[in-house]
């Protein structure tokens, strides 16, 4: 059983330009979570997601940043226009019910030249 | 709100020794989990223990255990016979039934482990 798989696991972009991260969560799991680490800090939570539904965006940033979990296909994060301050590592989680154990996958460090 | 507190920002322990790790959380739920995270160099997340709220007993895998003291909101984790590879850097966590499941983190805590 294939655990979480993000990808790309590093990023470069520069200051502008535009951020997909993608997430595919363990088999079997509708629950996905994406979390940001800024250096040296612990994760914090951005957007909660079920199967074409946005259950819970209370910590993404209002501007840029939007995430989707379609029906077929891995969850996305985007982020437009990045900006230095977006340089972190994203990750994301799955879980098989909402209160159940997260699992998570290997981040995406995201630099932003 | 939830609130999840690690006042131990490095800690060290020799090779084969004991170690505990402090966590105290703030919450008004009744129905709630906590979780330890480990996070080593690789930077990947492991899950290493989880405790449900309405359980009593503590929980145990192999090496690491967790002393859950409900009322003082306490949750400490303890490695037994530390290994170098226990090195790392160690979260807490809790989410709630409330609060959609998402995990609120504490600030970590760096385990150093010496020959």
């Known amino acids: 059983n294939a655990g979480v798989m993000q990808n790309p696991r590093h990023l470069v972009r520069r200051r502008g330009q535009e951020a997909r991260l993608r997430c595919s969560p363990m088999k079997g799991h509708s629950h996905v979570y994406w979390y940001r680490q800024l250096p040296e800090e612990g994760l914090k939570f951005m957007v909660y997601l079920q199967k074409e539904n946005i259950i819970d965006e209370s910590g993404m940033p209002k501007e840029r940043f939007s995430a989707e979990f379609p029906k077929e296909g891995p969850s996305i994060l985007r982020i437009q226009q990045v900006v230095r301050g977006d340089s972190a590592a994203y990750f994301c989680?799955?879980?098989?019910?909402?209160?159940?154990?997260?699992?998570f996958g290997p981040g995406t460090r995201l630099l932003v030249l | 709100a939830q609130t999840v507190t690690q006042s131990q920002p490095e800690m060290s322990v020799q090779e084969a020794e004991t170690v505990t790790l402090s966590c105290t959380y703030d919450t008004s739920e009744s129905d709630y989990y906590l979780f330890w995270y480990k996070q080593p160099p690789s930077r990947q997340m492991i899950l290493v223990i989880r405790?449900?709220?309405?359980?009593?007993q503590n929980a145990t895998e192999n090496r690491f255990s967790v002393n859950f003291q409900k009322a003082a909101k306490s949750f400490s984790l303890k490695i037994s016979d530390s290994q170098l590879g226990d090195a790392a850097m160690y979260f807490c966590?809790?989410?709630?039934?409330?609060?959609?499941?998402?995990?609120?983190f504490g600030q970590g805590t760096t385990l150093q482990v010496k020959p």
């Open positions: 405790q449900e709220a309405y359980k009593q």
């Open positions: 989680a799955s879980s098989h019910e909402y209160q159940e154990t997260q699992y």
């Open positions: 966590a809790s989410n709630t039934a409330s609060n959609t499941g998402k995990l609120i």
